[in-house]
């Protein structure tokens, strides 16, 4: 009996240590598995900030091939480039940075994700400083600048993926600038242009799905009419309280003329990229935004003033929800450079 015992006890002190070794191995294996997920997750960003790099720096590779003799236009079209690319790479890796210090709190080397980011920069500054731009006289810049203001006051305002091009030359009058604009919109390419918006930190989400919706059904009086609400929101959010002596911000062409003023102020229009834009997206604005003049005549470019109050006799076009679509991009975009 007392050998059976023995062996018994022997028996479960043998299995006891058995499972002490087991729980001892898998603590150890998750504690492996804790330690190695964070440097996994740290690799995936890394890959993703790679493919970034490799996205920014293939729009460069048409100008690398151009040749200048002009340091002061190479110097601009630098600035312009590096800018776009550092707002694009710094909200990508705060996007990034929030994703995975949310995922997991221990065990996040963040150091990883900044020293990809540099290499990031170092390859795109690289590029960049490798770009030739051909010279533009002054002449031809003031060509360029006055055909971007036809555009303007036709209603038409920056594509975001069509070439500089596409604006550097005056179309002559309203109808054939309507005729080779609208070629341009197609179903499938006003679905990126809404994905670009909504791609926006700034935009009303509620309100501008009501806009497509209503563009997408036809509705395009309603589509404007939101559309115009959302443009004179933003308007009215870029007038600094500080400049207002205590009175109340201006809407419509008011808020136009106080968000021209402050863009004067706090951008540097002598950059010939942010002259253009602005001076394309100043004059559609304050054509569209313009006083109805006592109603006495219709507006050839879809207006505010007649609109709102109800006094347009025309039919309110999908040509002109496109227009306002684009407007209220550029008018984000606007802020963005601001902001």
């Known amino acids: 009996m007392m050998d059976d015992y023995e062996n018994k006890e022997k028996v479960e002190t043998k299995n006891n240590l058995n499972e002490d070794n087991f729980r001892k191995k898998k603590s150890s294996q998750q504690q492996m598995q804790s330690l190695l997920e964070p440097v996994g997750k740290n690799i995936n960003a890394v890959a993703k900030i790679q493919q970034s790099t490799k996205k920014i720096l293939e729009p460069l590779q048409p100008m690398l091939q151009m040749q200048t003799n002009s340091s002061l236009m190479r110097d601009m079209y630098k600035r312009q480039i590096e800018a776009s690319s550092s707002a694009l790479i710094r909200k990508q890796i705060e996007e990034m940075s929030n994703i995975l210090k949310k995922t997991f709190i221990k065990n996040f080397d963040t150091g990883v994700i900044s020293e990809a980011a540099r290499m990031m920069m170092r390859e ?182 007649f609109l709102g109050h109800g006094m347009m006799t025309k039919q309110v076009r999908k040509k002109d929800c496109i227009q306002l679509f684009l407007l209220y991009y550029n008018t984000l975009e606007l802020l963005d450079m601001i902001y």
Request: glycine residues 4%.
């Open 124 to 305: 795109i500054s690289e590029a960049i400083q490798r770009i030739k731009i051909p010279d533009i006289s002054a002449e031809h810049k003031q060509e360029i600048i006055e055909a971007y203001k036809a555009w303007g006051i036709y209603g038409w305002t920056i594509d975001p993926e069509a070439s500089i091009k596409a604006f550097s030359y005056n179309p002559g009058d309203k109808k054939t600038a309507d005729n080779i604009a609208l070629k341009r919109y197609s179903k499938e390419k006003m679905e990126q242009i809404f994905e670009m918006i909504r791609e926006s930190k700034r935009v009303k989400k509620l309100d501008f799905e009501e806009a497509v919706f209503d563009y997408q059904h036809k509705q395009y009086k309603s589509c404007a009419l939101i559309l115009f609400s959302l443009i004179d929101a933003l308007l009215i959010r870029l007038q600094k309280k500080s400049n207002l002596d205590g009175k109340r911000r201006k809407i419509g062409l008011g808020a136009v003329n106080a968000a021209q003023k402050r863009t004067e102020t706090d951008l540097n229009t002598e950059l010939f990229f942010t002259h253009m834009f602005c001076t394309n997206l100043f004059v559609c604005l304050g054509k569209v935004f313009e006083g109805g003049k006592d109603f006495k005549n219709q507006p050839d470019v879809i207006n505010r003033n």
